[in-house]
């Protein structure tokens, strides 16, 4: 058996036990892992960081997704930045969108995905609502002229190639692309070990955009376990979206994890240790 180690802060280091590699290679990008785990299933590693697992994928996912598009009232198209494992294709898809741009700077990742991990896009990429472009995120949204409902910033932890997607010039850039009621929320962080990422996303945001916020998920597999999103919206406040609102919008929307409930529970910021 092996282990993976990632260095998740001073100090502080994950480990986890696999029971075999199955995939291990380098890209233009970065070095790619597939993994299995007894208690995780197959999951996806990039230098050296657990991106998703077959287990609890869905909670991060579908947190990520679902209450953008359930925030804005009549989303019709959405960009997404990163998420090369298809998850967050996956779940957008399964709103009455009329297209998803998915731009994914890494052609590596979707491919060890779709070949190892196929559970988690489902038929997603095959989906003729889908249009998936391989290139650089930021330089995308630098020169894109099509406007979008909702963006959704599923990228690595800044290094390595995600690093450009967390920076006030690239949230900037996205907000010239959204409609004028239109929202953005990135993955920002584990609440426990990357506090100052999870501040410094806000901080970026809020030049930006009226409202801004984070919420929070249970994310198993990932550094201390309370995984954040922070969200900059035009006009529409996802704190103000009635449980009702959700039940009628989730209607013909099939989640495991998110409803009215953790819509709700995921706002309100869990209590932390001192120091945290």
Not at 24 to 33: L, M, N, P, Y
Not at 82 to 100: A, F, I, R, Y
């Amino acid at each position: 058996m092996e282990w993976i180690v990632d260095l998740v802060g001073p100090g502080v280091a994950q480990a986890m036990q696999v029971d075999a590699i199955l995939y291990d290679g380098r890209s233009a990008f970065q070095r790619i892992q597939v993994a299995a785990s007894r208690l995780f299933g197959r999951m996806l590693v990039l230098d050296d960081a657990i991106q998703t697992t077959e287990r609890d994928e869905y909670t991060y996912h579908e947190m990520l997704v679902h209450l953008p598009l359930v925030t804005h009232p009549s989303p019709r198209r959405a960009l997404i930045i990163g998420g090369g494992d298809g998850g967050t294709l996956e779940e957008s898809l399964k709103h009455p969108l009329q297209k998803v741009t998915m731009v994914e700077i890494d052609r590596d990742v979707v491919e060890v995905c779709r070949r190892f991990l196929p559970g988690i896009s489902g038929a997603a990429f095959e989906d003729p609502r889908t249009r998936l472009l391989v290139e650089d995120g930021i330089a995308y949204v630098r020169t894109a002229r099509e406007r979008f409902d909702v963006i959704l910033v599923d990228s690595t932890d800044p290094k390595g190639p995600g690093v450009a997607l967390f920076s006030p010039e690239f949230y900037a850039a996205c907000a010239t692309l959204l409609s004028d009621d239109g929202l953005l929320v990135a993955q920002s962080g584990s609440l426990l070990y990357q506090r100052d990422l999870t501040e410094m996303v806000r901080r970026h945001l809020r030049t930006v955009f009226p409202i801004v916020g984070t919420y929070w998920a249970p994310v198993p597999a990932y550094p201390g376990v309370l995984w954040s999103f922070s969200y900059g919206s035009k006009r529409f406040d996802p704190g103000r979206v009635t449980g009702d609102t959700i039940t009628q919008r989730l209607t013909s929307v099939q989640t495991r994890f998110y409803g009215p409930a953790t819509h709700a529970a995921g706002l309100l910021p869990p209590h932390m240790p001192p120091g945290c």
